[in-house]
């Protein structure tokens, strides 16, 4: 059962990659900002002074919700702990633009993504989001009893 959710938007970054054998583009997920609804599905970004030069556009992609779910409580907690906590987020090409399908705060879902041989990425959490998550957190969240040392006779 959902017990809590957050719309957000991921920002994808497009690279113009150039070697000597091929020139290339390579995308990865690089921010994330809450979603009120007012967004397009799809908006390309003003680069800031010089970013286009450097061969990276930036998209905004809309339309993707954060889901908070008891069973993945121990990777919540894992992740907001963290020194750098992330949001993890999947991708798939679509019609030339790196589209977000799933995103995640959950270390061990985060985990799964970046192992299942899919375009993942770990972007770094907004405090909002990581408030979010810790009011959660503190609602939901029971660690895990620990156990207890044998007794010697």
């Known amino acids: 059962m959902r017990m809590a959710s957050m719309p957000i938007a991921v920002i994808m970054q497009r690279r113009t990659v150039q070697h000597r054998w091929a020139d290339d583009e390579a995308w990865s997920a690089v921010g994330i900002v809450p979603d009120r ?14 970013e286009e030069s450097n061969g990276r556009r930036h998209f905004l992609v809309s339309g993707l919700t954060l889901e908070l779910y008891p069973d993945e409580n121990d990777g919540y907690f894992e992740n907001c702990v963290a020194p750098e906590p992330k949001v993890f987020v999947m ?29 993942a990425d770990g972007v770094p959490m907004p405090a909002v989001i990581r408030s979010w998550l810790t009011c959660y957190l503190q609602m939901y969240y029971q660690p895990p009893k620990g156990k207890r040392g044998r007794q010697h006779g």
């Not at 609804?37 to 010089?50: A, I, K, N």
């Not at 995640?104 to 192992?115: C, F, I, K, P, Q």
């Open 37 to 50: 609804g007012e967004l397009p599905p799809v908006q390309e970004l003003e680069s800031p002074t010089g």
């Open 91 to 119: 991708w798939r090409m679509q019609d030339g633009i790196a589209m977000p399908v799933q995103a995640s705060v959950s270390y061990a879902e985060g985990t799964r993504m970046l192992d299942s041989g899919e375009s």
